[in-house]
């Protein structure tokens, strides 16, 4: 079965401060894709990346990037200079069987001007 | 574009009663799901469907009912309500795939039940 485990589950950082969101995942298909979600205060849910399983390159956009290794299973996203418009829960995912999304319990984060 | 629209976006229940929450997309995705989410728990599957007339369960189905006579709609039924179902209800829909396609979510509906 699938999971996605992610640990942080409050941070706080100063604006302008990097920070990583941590994001480890369990899956029993040999290809795969992951995504992240971004999750405001007003409350919708938006997709921010999707990633495959083929591919390790680190993805930059923007001050967003992100570090895929399946070594280590795991796909990390970074904030880098973070703002105060960056506070938000991020979720991490990992589809099975398809389009049924197993989401990790997500990293509340706190940008403080 | 509308997308993925959900009604209500509030609704207060007491233990006992019955309702619909609506959800309606027009993106002509062929996969629609429902989702719970709850504090520390992540987003929760209930329900899906992968065209009219196709639903399974996910992973907490229980006091729950769907159907899919379309393939634009995808309503969620909770036959009695119970306090536990107290949460904040998501739709979402994406293009039938080998889990490739990111989920569109609606807004999302706050439910209460008391």
């Known amino acids: 079965a699938q999971k996605v485990t992610q640990a942080q589950t409050e941070i706080s950082v100063v604006e302008k401060e990097d920070v990583t969101l941590d994001c480890v995942y369990e899956?029993?298909?040999?290809?795969?894709?992951l995504f992240w979600y971004k999750q405001p205060p007003s409350g919708e849910l938006v997709f921010l990346i999707r990633?495959?399983?083929?591919?390790?390159q680190n993805e930059i956009s923007g001050r967003y990037s992100w570090n895929f290794q399946k070594s280590t299973s795991s796909f990390n996203f970074t904030i880098t200079a973070s703002q105060v418009v960056d506070s938000a829960v991020y979720f991490c995912a990992v589809p099975w069987a398809g389009n049924q999304f197993y989401f990790g319990t997500g990293t509340s984060l706190t940008v403080i001007p | 574009n509308a997308g993925v629209t959900q009604t209500p976006k509030f609704q207060v229940l007491k233990t006992g009663q019955s309702m619909t929450l609506q959800c309606a997309q027009d993106?002509?995705?062929?996969?629609m799901s429902w989702y719970r989410q709850d504090p520390g728990m992540g987003l929760r599957l209930i329900h899906y469907?992968?065209?009219?007339?196709?639903?399974d369960q996910g992973e907490v189905p229980n006091g729950y009912n769907v159907s899919r006579s379309t393939t634009e709609d995808f309503p969620l039924r909770l036959l009695s309500a119970a306090p536990s179902q107290t949460s904040v209800y998501f739709c979402a829909s994406s293009y039938l795939g080998r889990g490739n396609s990111p989920l569109h979510f609606g807004n999302g509906t706050r439910l209460t039940v008391t």
């Open positions: 993106m002509n995705h062929e996969y």
């Open positions: 899956t029993r298909d040999t290809t795969y894709y």
């Open positions: 469907s992968v065209g009219a007339g196709i639903t």
């Open positions: 990633r495959n399983s083929f591919d390790e």
